[in-house]
């Protein structure tokens, strides 16, 4: 049941797309069907993703205020229910950025699964009636890399830096760890990992795991939402970032 769900809403229509963008683009270039299909999806979750940004901008906005709450009350049940009080005030919802981030991890799975059933034999069971099945598939992003091959080192470094700038970028709209005791300095060690570590190991999975049309994905997904994390700070000016 789960299996068959899945298929249906998230592996077929994606599996489907890609083999169409194969056959109307020049040459079948897997790679180009790769950006354009990501550049979709980016386009569709484009709302979701613009108030989940917006969201952790305006409660770093007022992070202030909540640090003088918890300072001035100790009682952690009537703290909790300060913040919440001043988040509903503030018009400000302290989940929003959850939804995108499971959003995009399905689509991750589901679209590596619908590369490696191209990169491997087409199936003519998943295909909708109205596709018809390419006579020619190029695995050769713009002639000369290889989309089914693992360990690209270029696509590797990619992806490490493009995630690096966007890990930066979201640092800038994420509350920063105050005090000085050992939690928050447990909070400000984590933070720093997060944007040095998540990097290191993106790029390891793009190079030892993945094959390089993920590594793509992966890159320009990457580069869509850096987009988005810059418009949005520009539509935001004159709001507290630090």
């Not at 789960?2 to 790679?31: C, E, H, K, R």
């Not at 795991?209 to 000016?237: C, D, H």
Request: charged fraction near 15%; glycine fraction near 8%; hydrophobic fraction near 50%.
């Amino acid at each position: 049941m789960l299996a068959t769900f899945w298929t249906a809403v998230f592996y077929q229509p994606f599996y489907n797309i890609m083999i169409i963008g194969i056959s109307v683009l020049p040459n079948g270039d897997l790679g180009i069907a790769i950006i354009l299909l990501t550049i979709i999806i980016k386009l569709a979750l484009f709302p979701l993703n613009q108030k989940a940004i917006e969201g952790q901008i305006k409660m770093n906005s007022v992070q202030g205020e909540v640090n003088a709450i918890k300072e001035r009350v100790t009682d952690k049940v009537e703290q909790n229910k300060q913040v919440f009080a001043l988040y509903k005030e503030k018009n400000i919802s302290p989940f929003s950025s959850c939804l995108p981030l499971l959003v995009q991890a399905i689509v991750l799975i589901a679209l590596y699964r619908a590369f490696l059933g191209i990169l491997g034999i087409i199936h003519p069971a998943v295909l909708y009636p109205f596709v018809h099945q390419t006579g020619m598939i190029n695995l050769h992003f713009l002639g000369f890399i290889d989309l089914s091959s693992k360990r690209s080192i270029v696509f590797a470094i990619l992806v490490g830096v493009t995630q690096l700038i966007q890990a930066k970028l979201m640092q800038g709209r994420q509350a920063k760890p105050t005090g000085t005791g050992m939690q928050a300095e447990f909070a400000r060690n984590m933070q720093t990992q997060m944007i040095y570590g998540l990097p290191i190991m993106t790029a390891g999975l793009s190079y030892f795991l993945f094959p390089s049309a993920v590594a793509l994905y992966w890159i320009t997904s990457n580069i869509f939402t850096i987009g988005q994390e810059l418009y949005t700070r520009r539509k935001m000016k004159g709001k507290s970032l630090a």
